[in-house]
Every structure is written in structure tokens, then in C-alpha cells.
């Protein structure tokens, strides 16, 4: 079994600041590793993923994530923040050859001010 | 890009009736979809994986009388909150992967706000 750790529950930025997002994991076995993005009653949007191979992942948005195996870490950062960007994010992993069943951690309320 | 719809959007309900949730993935097949259950401030908690042509898997803890699964078609799967009591409101989200159940490109519903009364 897997689990997600988000250990921040809102992040209040200023526009035009950086931001990171903590994500992290604990599994037994290989995983797989998602960034969600949702706005106010609305579904998930999927930011950006790591599957394999480059640990510096790119995403929508400006958005991007290094995945850091030896700390079981997923951080997602953007150099500068837009106000649309305030939404809720989401941190996900899925066990490699294990289906595509997501562990979500329990999100963080991103809210950029003016 | 692939999109996944949901029906209704919001639905309130009395206590002991039953209410439908539709889930389309409306310009490609889905032979797998997944319900999720996301309570206010919270996570999405994993309720089942429905299968199109064979029964729903669900997961430990959610009672598969109360929430039925029919995968009716390779583009529907439908959930059905049975005799719904107030601690069924949630918001309720489907999702479907892209390029078939092995596939980690999974799209999501808007989500269907259950209110029971």
C-alpha cells in the first residue's frame, strides 16, 4: 500500500512569487507520480506526471515537479504566480504495473494575493 | 483533449431514496472508470473501479449494496446511492483512463454534488 503526505494545508503567495507545493511518499514498491490541479466545483486537471526517466518534470501552467527518490519527495514549483492560479492541488501516486488506482494526499489550497 | 462528463451536476435528495450518478467519457472508450467519494476540505478516496462487462471491485470499507456500479457500455458507468442518508452528501467524481485500463492518463468528471436531506 501507498500513501501521500501534503503536509501543508493552504499556501498564501503574493503574485509574481514563487511557490512550492510538498509532496510526499511512502511505498514498498516503484510508483508512479501525479500532480492534480482543481478550481472551486469543478473535476481534476491533470498538471503534470513522472513516469520514467528525467527527474525534472514540466507541466501545464509553468508548472514543475523533481521527483527525489532518496526523499521519497514530489515537490511541484512555479517561478511566478498568477492569480488563477489559487486553486487546490493535489498530489497522487499510482504502484507501477499495479492498474492505474491513485492514492491522493489530501491537498493544498494555493491562494495568490494581490 | 479527452473529456469525461457527469450527470447531474448537483442533485439534492430525501433520506431514503436513491439517486443515479451518470459518468461519460464522451469522445473516447473507457473500459475501465473509477468513483471516487471527496468530502468537504478533504482528499478523493478511492470507492471502486468499474469494469464495463463485468462486476465493480470495490474497495475495503465501501458497501457495494449501497453504492451500485453498472458499467452499461464502454462509455458509461453509472453510480447509484441506495436509500441515501445525510452522511451520503458528498461530492461524488468519476474518472477514466485514456488508452485503456493499463493507461496512466486518466480524466476526470466534474463531479456531482449529492445533498440528502
Known amino acids: 500500500a501507498q500513501s501521500v503526505t501534503q503536509l501543508d494545508s493552504q499556501v498564501p503567495v503574493f503574485e509574481e512569487a514563487p511557490v512550492e507545493l510538498r509532496c510526499n511518499y511512502s511505498?514498498?514498491?516503484?510508483?508512479?507520480l501525479f500532480w492534480y490541479v482543481q478550481y472551486p466545483n469543478q473535476g481534476l486537471q491533470l498538471l503534470l506526471k513522472?513516469?520514467?526517466?528525467?527527474?525534472l518534470v514540466k507541466g501545464i501552467n509553468g508548472f514543475e515537479a523533481e521527483f527525489n527518490k532518496s526523499q521519497t519527495s514530489f515537490h511541484l514549483r512555479k517561478p511566478s504566480v498568477h492569480i488563477s492560479d489559487t486553486a487546490e492541488y493535489f498530489c497522487?501516486?499510482?504502484?507501477?504495473?499495479?492498474?492505474?488506482?491513485?492514492?491522493f494526499g489530501t491537498g493544498t489550497q494555493l491562494k495568490v494575493e494581490l | 483533449g479527452a473529456v469525461v462528463s457527469q450527470h447531474p451536476s448537483w442533485v439534492i435528495c430525501k433520506s431514503g431514496t436513491s439517486v443515479k450518478i451518470e459518468c461519460r467519457s464522451l469522445?473516447?472508450?473507457?473500459?475501465?472508470m473509477f468513483w471516487y467519494r471527496q468530502f468537504p476540505k478533504q482528499s478523493l478516496m478511492l470507492m471502486a473501479t468499474?469494469?464495463?462487462?463485468?462486476?465493480?471491485?470495490?474497495e475495503q470499507g465501501v458497501e457495494k449494496d449501497k453504492f451500485l456500479i453498472n458499467h452499461a457500455s464502454l462509455t458509461l458507468s453509472t453510480l447509484t446511492v441506495t436509500s441515501a442518508h445525510p452522511e451520503d452528501s458528498s461530492f461524488y467524481i468519476c474518472?477514466?483512463?485514456?488508452?485503456?485500463?493499463?493507461?496512466?492518463?486518466?480524466?476526470f468528471g466534474p463531479g456531482t454534488r449529492l445533498t440528502v436531506t
Open positions: 474518472s477514466a483512463p485514456l488508452g485503456g485500463s493499463g493507461s496512466y492518463e486518466q480524466y
Open positions: 497522487a501516486v499510482s504502484e507501477t504495473g499495479g492498474g492505474n488506482k491513485l492514492t
Open positions: 511505498s514498498s514498491v516503484s510508483v508512479y
Open positions: 469522445d473516447f472508450q473507457a473500459t475501465t
Open positions: 468499474s469494469n464495463e462487462g463485468s462486476k465493480a471491485t470495490y
Open positions: 513522472y513516469l520514467s526517466g528525467s527527474t
